[in-house]
């Protein structure tokens, strides 16, 4: 996804108030090149890669 898509994301939930659990996370992009980072596809949080890894072993734990 791309940096300006997620800052649009995280500026329309932010003034929805959204609660996001983050359910699905896109590689981020900025002008064509990987940011490293990664981006919800819901709310436009952005992760880096262990942030992104013990979210997904939280909810993995949940199950």
Known sequence: MQFDKAMKL???AKARNLKCTHPEL???YYLGSSTG???CT?????F???E???LFEAKAKKK
């Open 10 to 12: 995280k500026r329309d």
């Open 37 to 39: 980072d990664w981006v």
């Open 48 to 50: 880096s890669e262990q």
């Open 26 to 28: 896109d590689k981020e």
């Open 42 to 46: 819901t709310c436009g949080e952005s």
């Open 52 to 54: 992104r890894d013990e």
